[in-house]
């Protein structure tokens, strides 16, 4: 949750009123955010000895951008307040030749998406210009993920000309003076000027092993910037800028489109016709044009009925439609009463689904207003069956031997293909959109893989070695709505001088005893009828040493001695057999 600084008096000037720190607590607390801290800073930081300003760090829901200046915080506050109406944001087309940004097609190679748009006629003071740094920071460390999603340039729009290029060029090529430098640098001495600076080392791995990197000119072969490091001088703005010229390079274009929204959305408030924001056109590599910033209002309708019941109320539809305006979401009753059609504004990109739409009306009610009552309906709680006779069959298979394990839900994709001896298309593996560490890429398709790391690093403990886990794998599944299923499994391996394949096939015929599965008596006449095994195939397992596992017909997992190349590809020395089987598919 991201804290945002902000100083009491030009807060409460902006919001036209004075608080108590009490009530301006309470304040937060209804329109559901939380006054963390108030401390005091010195106004200038060279004098420490000065005049002290108090500051109000305010804890922000990581998923409101339009909070996280104070612009965007006593905007919304104001409105929540019904103090002012919620701005209308809109994108205008020049009288003359709109500006034009051409993206090369090398870019694809690096940061393949860019967005733009012209703040016109603005006028900055020493505080706005502040808060319009502070917010692209904001943005950097929140929604942009450290940069590595989306980078923000601004630029002196009068000092550089159009048409702009947005490329990708060897380092060596990239020549061009950084932001408070005085002579020029080419893109490797960059990468080795800024390798020990404090704030922009932890940016450099993301380009650095890059074969080119993002660059964008303007038409006279100015650098404007080298995304997602640093911008240029010869473009810096200044409380002098009059007009400002934004771009954003992403490697995901929805979250572009979210920043760059965002921040004109923002900061239009300063220009001479406040909240309007000139289009720049963006030619794409293929050649189409596509024309930003977007500032997009779209309609969600959601059921009144729906809402009160979700939230224990009963207010009427005119009611709830003024709460939600009162959270900038300007409504309207539809169908004589029965639902509520709901404008979403281009600064809530936290509205995804009628839920969040419901949890506004929340807030803007007031959870302290909510009535406790008691549910008309008696229930009794109970465990979840299939946790139930999971836990019940840890007990029992670990009373035969066999150390329960708990391993990480997340893997890496080798994990699941190369190491199993698989190709990751057959794994039908949930991927990871922006994994922080190879370890962690996928979600597990099977449960192997995490004993099997288990016992690399506790090899050197006396041997035999039985671990099993019960746990859930996830797979995609196109038939759920999210797109994937959880499935819970049951794994087993025992590792020793050798494979121990009898242990592994007693402990099946235990699991089966304890589950009240009886052994197919001929499984040529009653085939559907217990379970037993039948010769498989899998390139996991030695060949001719692997068996499914078949119940009442259904095969329902796998159980033999590991293949020698998927032994030593997670360090281990010794055979090894294994049993998985799918619980969910028997119980």
Do not use: W
């Not at 329109?31 to 305010?58: H, S």
Request: glycine residues 4%.
């Amino acid at each position: 949750m991201p804290t945002v600084d902000v100083e009491k008096e030009r807060l409460f000037h902006a919001l036209g009123q004075r608080y108590t720190d009490d009530e301006f607590q309470e304040l937060c607390f209804d329109f559901g955010l939380e006054l963390d801290e108030v401390v005091t800073e010195p106004v200038n930081e060279a004098d420490k000895d000065g005049e002290q300003a108090v500051i109000y760090k305010i804890d922000i829901p990581a998923n409101r951008y339009d909070l996280l200046c104070l612009e965007g915080l006593s905007r919304a506050i104001l409105v929540f307040l019904q103090k002012k109406e919620a701005p209308r944001y809109t994108s205008v087309k020049p009288e003359e030749r709109m500006e034009r940004l051409v993206i090369h097609k090398n870019t694809t190679a690096v940061r393949p998406h860019c967005v733009a748009a012209i703040l016109r006629n603005i006028t900055f003071t020493k505080n706005s210009y502040d808060s319009f740094i502070e917010l692209q920071d904001k943005l950097h460390h929140n929604l942009c993920r450290r940069r590595t999603l989306v980078a923000i340039g601004t630029h002196d729009y009068d000092n550089i000309k159009g048409p702009f290029l947005y490329d990708a060029r060897p380092p060596t090529e990239i020549k061009f003076k950084p932001l408070s430098q005085t002579k020029e640098f080419t893109a490797v001495e960059l990468m080795e000027l800024y390798k020990g600076e404090s704030h922009l080392k932890q940016y450099l791995p993301i380009i650095r092993d890059k074969p080119v990197y993002p660059v964008i000119y303007d038409s006279n072969n100015v650098v404007l910037s080298m995304p997602p490091i640093i911008n240029g001088e010869h473009s810096k703005i200044t409380l002098n800028t009059k007009n400002v010229f934004i771009e954003s390079t992403a490697t995901d274009l929805h979250k572009a489109k979210i920043v760059l929204d965002t921040l004109v959305t923002m900061f239009s408030v300063y220009c001479k016709e406040p909240f309007v924001v000139e289009s720049v056109e963006v030619e794409q590599p293929d050649g189409s044009i596509l024309v930003y910033p977007e500032l997009k209002y779209r309609h969600e309708v959601v059921s009144v009925d729906e809402i009160n019941k979700k939230i224990g109320i009963s207010e009427s539809p005119e009611s709830i439609a003024k709460l939600l305006t009162k959270m900038c979401l300007r409504s309207e009753v539809l169908d004589g009463g029965k639902s509520v059609k709901v404008e979403i504004p281009p600064t809530r990109a936290d509205v995804l689904h009628g839920c969040d739409i419901i949890e506004d009306v929340a807030i803007a009610y007031g959870f302290n207003n909510i009535v406790e009552t008691i549910p008309s309906t008696n229930t009794i709680a109970n465990q979840f069956q299939l946790n139930k006779v999971c836990d019940l069959l840890g007990q029992e298979i670990a009373q035969a031997g066999f150390t329960e394990v708990l391993t990480f839900a997340l893997c890496s994709r080798d994990d699941v293909s190369e190491k199993l001896k698989k190709p990751l298309s057959e794994s039908r593996a949930v991927h990871i959109g922006n994994p922080k560490t190879l370890e962690f890429q996928v979600a597990r398709t099977t449960l192997l893989p995490g004993i099997l790391k288990t016992l690399c690093c506790n090899k050197k403990m006396p041997l035999p070695i039985k671990l099993f886990e019960m746990s859930d794998v996830v797979r995609k599944d196109d038939n759920k709505d999210v797109g994937a299923r959880n499935n819970r499994r049951f794994c087993a391996v025992n590792y020793n001088k050798t494979p121990g394949f009898e242990v592994i096939h007693g402990l099946l015929d235990r699991t089966m005893q304890l589950l009240e599965i009886k052994p197919t008596e001929d499984k040529h006449t009653n085939p559907n009828q217990g379970y037993h095994l039948r010769q498989h195939d899998d390139a996991t397992f030695f060949p001719g040493r692997c068996g499914e596992v078949v119940v009442n017909g259904r095969p329902v997992g796998i159980v033999g001695v590991l293949h020698p190349d998927v032994v030593s590809r997670f360090d281990l020395n010794l055979p090894c057999a294994a049993l998985e089987i799918d619980l969910e598919a028997i119980l």
